[in-house]
């Protein structure tokens, strides 16, 4: 079954500046990691004439050692000439204008997005921005950086006559390991063992095998076993095969499955001649890739 996604936590925040913030935090390490994680910070800060607010998102509490591919930044401001506005995003040494004077004498910045792969500029809109615009600077400054830490918006009136209020930003974070939880490079809906790292593109690890074979005249059966100390489940109940060399393609001759300890016996009668067991590769969903083995030829 797949792994089901875990639902975020909220925590409260406190920033230096005493003004409650609300977060939302990702689950501890260990725990499932879930995607598209929101971090939004109330605030209704004023803006004042000729000044810069300032706020703090402090993301500490998300899961470590998890960089962040991809980031999208909303905004609530109300201000009566936007275009006195300057908004910028800093975080891990690097700043990121969002927004320098657009809009005009228009008002507000209303359910407004930054988003790298919107497909307008910013320029290109209007007040109040509504919906998603790419910012003035592209957010993948912040690509590859832990997002566990301090993240400050700023926002700065450079001109006299207008005021306004910073409502709330939000942070939309996806990270590396977003849905993928064993973070082997392969989504969890493709990955058909989430919890084991793999290469495969089913995303399981590979587990070697080996098998044996015997032919018993009392009864008349091929006996063998079939091994995989790695993975139990890739012994239990698999499919062995035994084939008759031939000097064209090999003859199947006989089928059968092993028990719970990895032997097997497969009845055949009338045997004479070079004889080898296989097991067919198979997958055992959670478990591993059970790789394909084959015993020596057997003379009988």
């Known amino acids: 079954m797949k792994r089901i996604l875990a639902v975020l936590a909220t925590l409260t925040l406190t920033s230096a500046m005493g003004v409650a913030l609300q977060a939302a935090v990702a689950p501890p390490a260990g725990a499932d990691i879930a995607c598209g994680l929101r971090a939004t910070t109330l605030t209704n800060f004023p803006i004042a004439d000729d000044s810069t607010t300032t706020s703090i ?16 930044v909303e905004v609530n401001i109300t201000h009566s000439f936007v275009d006195d506005l300057v908004v910028t995003l800093s975080y891990g040494g690097h700043t990121v204008r969002l927004i320098s004077h657009r809009g005009g004498d228009g008002d507000n910045l209303t359910g407004t997005r930054f988003d790298d792969g919107a497909p307008s500029h910013v320029s290109n809109g209007a ?8 910012p003035e600077q592209s957010l993948n400054a912040f690509d590859g950086l832990n997002p566990a830490g301090s993240w400050t918006l700023n926002v700065t009136d450079s001109s006299s006559g207008d005021t306004g209020t910073l409502h ?39 587990r070697g095998r080996t098998v044996t074979i015997v032919y018993r005249n009392t009864p008349k059966e091929f006996r063998g076993k079939l091994t995989c100390s790695a993975a139990p489940r890739c ?28 032997t097997y016996a497969i009845p055949k009668a009338n045997v004479g001649g070079r004889y080898y067991a296989v097991a067919p590769e198979v997958v055992e969903e959670g478990v591993a890739e059970c790789s394909r083995a084959q015993s020596a030829n057997l003379t009988v």
């Open 127 to 134: 007040a109040p921005f509504t919906g998603r615009f790419r």
């Open 57 to 72: 998102a402090d993301l500490s509490g998300i899961t470590a050692n998890d960089p962040l591919v991809d980031l999208d």
């Open 235 to 262: 012994h239990e109940g698999q499919p062995v095969r035994i084939y008759k060399v031939r000097s064209g393609n090999d003859a199947l001759v006989g089928r059968g499955f092993t028990t719970s300890t990895g």
């Open 168 to 206: 709330n930003w939000t942070l939309v974070l996806r990270t590396e390991w977003c849905d993928d939880f064993d973070r082997d490079r392969i989504k969890d809906p493709n990955d058909l063992c989430t919890d084991h790292k793999g290469v495969q593109p089913h995303g399981c690890p590979v």
